[in-house]
């Protein structure tokens, strides 16, 4: 029998192929990206700076992309990391499409190689795709990741 708790994935719980849709979705607002550009010093005026917006190819006000990207990992640690010993790798990381204040991100994501620990019995890697998607069901964001997870005791 499988496990498909949130939090409580183990190794053993996944299989090449699953695909799991993050719930709940988040609605980006004014606030969300005013506040992560405080806190890590990003104050490029396209993030906050309407007039400025205005004036660039999309016309408005753009959401920084490690915000996006912050966001989406944490929608998918129940599924994917809530049992991570680490996070240890992230790559292929592909901004898509633009975010703006009051889009609807979704994510999901698939389990691309499931492999045990070369050197330690209790533990193993996962190698996961994750996509993140708008209220229009454009791509906005790729990436992929490593993480070491333990395996289920018996």
Same mark, same amino acid.
């Given at each position: 029998?499988?496990?498909?708790?949130?939090?409580?994935?183990?190794?053993?719980?996944?299989?090449?192929?699953?695909?799991?849709?993050?719930?709940?979705?988040?609605?980006?607002?004014?606030?969300?990206?005013?506040?992560?550009?405080?806190?890590?010093?990003?104050?490029?005026? @396209?993030?906050?700076?309407? %007039?400025?917006?205005? /004036?660039?190819?999309? *016309?408005? =006000?753009? #959401?920084?992309?490690?915000?996006?990207?912050?966001?989406?990992?944490?929608?998918?640690?129940?599924?994917?990391?809530?049992?991570?010993?680490?996070?240890?790798?992230?790559?292929?990381?592909?901004?898509?499409?633009?975010?703006?204040?009051?889009?609807?991100?979704?994510?999901?994501?698939? @389990?691309?190689?499931?492999? %045990?620990?070369?050197? /330690?019995?209790?533990? *193993?890697? =996962?190698? #996961?795709?994750?996509?993140?998607?708008?209220?229009?069901?454009?791509?906005?964001?790729?990436?992929?990741?490593?993480?070491?997870?333990?395996?289920?005791?018996?």
């Amino acid at each position: 029998m499988r496990n498909n708790e949130p939090y409580a994935m183990y190794l053993e719980n996944f299989k090449v192929g699953d695909i799991f849709k993050h719930f709940p979705a988040k609605t980006v607002t004014e606030s969300d990206n005013n506040l992560f550009c405080l806190l890590t010093c990003n104050h490029h005026p @396209i993030h906050s700076d309407i %007039e400025f917006a205005k /004036k660039s190819q999309h *016309g408005k =006000i753009l #959401v920084v992309g490690t915000y996006v990207l912050s966001l989406v990992v944490g929608m998918s640690v129940p599924h994917i990391s809530g049992m991570a010993i680490a996070n240890l790798e992230y790559e292929n990381v592909v901004h898509n499409g633009p975010v703006h204040i009051g889009d609807t991100i979704y994510a999901q994501s698939e @389990i691309l190689d499931v492999r %045990e620990s070369k050197s /330690k019995n209790d533990r *193993g890697i =996962i190698y #996961v795709e994750t996509m993140a998607f708008n209220q229009k069901k454009e791509k906005i964001l790729t990436f992929r990741r490593r993480v070491l997870l333990p395996k289920q005791k018996i």
